[in-house]
């Protein structure tokens, strides 16, 4: 099968240079997905900023607006599956993508609306969701039938070189975008109350919010948009005396393998905790914390109860109750043999249910569907079973 994949990100990412760049995880999902169908014997073709060329067996043309798409897709020519990522999904209501079938590879909790009116009228076949969750908010959809679903993975392959220290430092991680929709001032407050509880601990924050191509204003570190720093972090961020506080460290938007280099000796990571900004649909952070067996604290939100087995590969925060998280990053952090316990499921965990090559054999299920133009069968008993399983663990 030939399977073209559009991103519009400006991440200049491919399998080849995947750990030195610091893309965002809807960046780091197309290109370990791509990969896999590469493996598994599709031909397969990746339209982003990446230098044109074959890495590993994948074919990367850049394409820098999705005016070359066309154009593209002519260069390649008879695309059986033609399917955009993330924020190229809306290319359908602009374009008549040339492909057999078509799909919208969606990574947030979006307005459905413009993909339904892209499927009545024949521009767009399919959506792909990456979690249980996202499927479920799809059910009341007249295109509830074309909906697939595929998590998100980790190349395992990729992490091994990485070094894992036995000895941890006093580290808690925040890694994404610092932005309001990741819920970092939440994450800020909880590690201030922690803090003064459990002097001695850093906070490091590993990525800037242009990691999704922000175009606002930017505060003076270069991390932070202006209007966010001002509104939800001054009080929190800075000493009296207007300085950064020593035990926040900024270390911006960093290449992927000193992103785990810092998780090789974190405690916990602190991902998006946060109840009053968009919940994550399936954090690509939260899954490469665990590989590298570092337990994660989030909130019950979204598709992390899916990603997150509460207290087995971290804890799953069931109410905004800034007390309750600093007591739960209190108690991995103060019981080495929960954190190793923790540690050693987090590890077990990714390695079952998200390595790379089982993820690409979901897709290669879920695109052979596609490609007959078959509808999916089960998903309103998928979206009833996975919001029992959230309603029971809570």
């Known amino acids: 099968m030939k399977i073209v994949f559009y ?7 491919n399998i080849g240079n995947y750990l030195r760049i610091g893309a965002s995880g809807t960046v780091s999902a197309l290109i370990l997905a791509s990969h896999g169908l590469s493996q598994l014997g599709h031909e397969v073709v990746v339209l982003n900023r990446s230098e044109s060329g074959t890495f590993g067996k994948t074919r990367y043309l850049r394409t820098d607006s999705p005016d070359q798409v066309p154009d593209r897709l002519e260069e390649v020519g008879d695309v059986d599956v033609f399917i955009a990522n993330g924020f190229a999904s809306g290319i359908f209501l ?4 040339k492909a057999r079938k078509r799909a919208a590879w969606v990574h947030n909790f979006v307005d459905q609306e413009p993909f339904e009116k892209a499927i009545s009228e024949s521009r767009l076949d399919y959506v792909i969701c990456i979690s249980h969750n996202q499927l479920g908010t799809w059910w009341r959809s007249p295109a509830f039938a074309r909906v697939a ?7 395992l392959a990729a992490l091994a070189d990485v070094p894992v220290s036995a000895e941890k430092e006093k580290k808690i991680m925040f890694i994404g975008a610092p932005r309001k929709s990741k819920g970092f001032h939440d994450a800020l407050r909880i590690f201030d109350a922690f803090a003064r509880e459990n002097p001695g601990y850093k906070l490091y924050v590993a990525g800037a919010a242009t990691l999704h191509g922000s175009s606002a204003a930017l505060s003076d570190n270069g991390v932070f948009e202006k209007d966010y720093e001002e509104t939800h972090l001054k009080d929190l961020l800075r000493t009296k005396a207007g300085t950064l506080r020593e035990d926040v460290v900024l270390l911006g938007t960093i290449s992927r393998h000193e992103v785990l280099r810092h998780l090789g000796t974190a405690m916990v990571a602190l991902q998006n905790p946060c109840w009053d900004s968009e919940p994550e649909v399936h954090s690509v952070s939260a899954l490469e914390a665990q590989a590298m067996g570092v337990p994660v604290l989030t909130a019950f939100r979204g598709g992390q109860p899916e990603v997150v087995i509460d207290g087995c590969t971290g804890i799953l925060m069931k109410s905004p109750d800034i007390g309750s998280a600093v007591r739960a990053l209190s108690a991995i952090v103060g019981d080495p043999q929960l954190a190793n316990r923790m540690s050693e499921s987090a590890k ?10 089982a993820i690409a054999c979901d897709w290669d299920r879920n695109l052979a569907v596609m490609s007959r133009g078959d509808r999916f069968k089960g998903n309103f008993m ?12 809570r």
């Not at 991103?7 to 990412?13: L, R, S, V």
């Not at 077990?348 to 790379?356: A, D, L, Q, S, W």
């Open 7 to 13: 991103c519009a990100e400006q991440a200049p990412a």
């Open 94 to 97: 602009t374009q008549r993508i």
């Open 149 to 155: 679903q595929v998590y998100n993975c980790i190349d």
């Open 348 to 357: 077990r965990h990714i390695t079952e249910r998200f390595k790379v090559e």
């Open 382 to 393: 998928k979206a009833i079973r996975i919001k029992c399983r959230h309603k029971m663990r």
